[in-house]
C-alpha cells in the first residue's frame, strides 16, 4: 500500500526557533509537494520537489529519494507560521492516466510569540 | 489574475439529496482535481479531469461524479448524500495532467449532510 507517514503530527515551539517536519513515504515517487493549509480550509502550494532542496524566504525543503525522505524547515519561525503543514506525494504509477495526490495526515504547527 | 475559485462556500443538504459543487481553475490551467477533507485526516482523490476526458479516479462510489466544460471549469456532483460525505471539498488546478506539476488549491466547500 503506498503509504505517506509526517511526523511531528503536533509541534508546538517559541517564536525565532528552527523547525523541521519530517516526510517518509512507502515507495518510489515522481514527485512530492509540501502545501500548507491555515483554519478555515484553503490550501497553499510551497514546494514542489523531485530532488535536491529547494528556498523560499524563511522555508527550505529537502528530499532524499534512495532514503524515500522529505523536510520541511522552517527559520526564525513566527507566530503567523502557524498551520497546518501536509505532505503529499505523487507515486510513480505505471498504469496509465492519474491516480490525485496521497496526502500525509499533516502536522499541526503552533508558534508562540 | 484570479485563483482557483469554487462555490458554494457551505452547503448543508439533508441525507439522500443530491449536490453540485464548481470549480474554475486558474486561467490557463487545463486540468481539475477533486479531493475529498474529512475533518482531521488529509485529502483524499475523488477525480481528475484534463481536457474534458476523465483521467483518473480514486476509491469512491458511483454517487460521485463529475465533469469538466470547454472553459476547463469542473463539477463535482453527489447523488444520494450520505451524513459520512459530509466534508471539505477541494478542487486543485494544474497547467497538465498528473500530479508531477505544481497544484494550486481553491478554498473548497464545506458540505454538511444532516
Redesign the interface.
Known amino acids: 500500500k503506498n503509504e505517506v507517514e509526517q511526523s511531528p503530527q503536533n509541534l508546538t515551539a517559541q517564536e525565532g526557533e528552527f523547525i523541521t517536519i519530517n516526510c517518509s513515504y512507502s515507495v518510489g515517487i515522481s514527485a512530492l509537494h509540501w502545501l500548507q493549509q491555515h483554519p478555515g480550509g484553503g490550501i497553499v502550494s510551497l514546494f514542489m520537489l523531485s530532488s535536491g532542496k529547494k528556498k523560499h524566504g524563511r522555508l527550505i525543503a529537502t528530499i532524499n529519494i534512495q532514503e524515500k525522505h522529505s523536510s520541511l524547515h522552517i527559520t526564525a519561525s513566527h507566530p503567523r507560521d502557524s498551520a497546518v503543514y501536509i505532505c503529499a506525494v505523487d507515486f510513480m504509477y505505471s498504469g496509465g492516466g492519474a491516480d490525485g495526490l496521497t496526502f500525509g495526515k499533516g502536522t499541526h504547527l503552533i508558534i508562540q510569540p | 489574475d484570479a485563483g482557483v475559485t469554487q462555490s458554494p462556500t457551505h452547503l448543508i443538504k439533508t441525507r439522500g439529496q443530491h449536490v453540485t459543487l464548481r470549480c474554475s481553475p486558474i486561467s490557463g490551467h487545463k486540468s481539475v482535481?477533486w479531493?475529498q477533507?474529512v475533518l482531521g485526516?488529509?485529502?483524499?482523490?475523488?477525480f481528475?479531469y484534463?481536457e474534458k476526458e476523465e483521467?483518473?479516479r480514486?476509491n469512491f462510489p458511483d454517487r460521485f461524479s463529475a465533469r469538466q466544460f470547454p472553459n476547463y471549469s469542473s463539477e463535482l456532483n453527489v447523488n444520494a448524500l450520505l451524513l459520512g460525505d459530509s466534508a471539505?471539498y477541494?478542487c486543485?488546478s494544474s497547467w497538465l495532467?498528473?500530479?508531477?506539476?505544481?497544484?494550486?488549491?481553491?478554498?473548497?466547500t464545506?458540505l454538511t449532510v444532516t
Do not use: N
Not at chain 2, 41 to 46: L, N, S
Not at chain 2, 97 to 108: K, R, V
Open positions: 482535481s479531493y477533507q485526516q488529509g485529502p483524499q482523490f475523488i481528475q484534463y483521467r483518473g480514486g471539505l477541494l486543485a495532467t498528473g500530479d508531477s506539476y505544481e497544484q494550486y488549491f481553491g478554498p473548497g464545506r
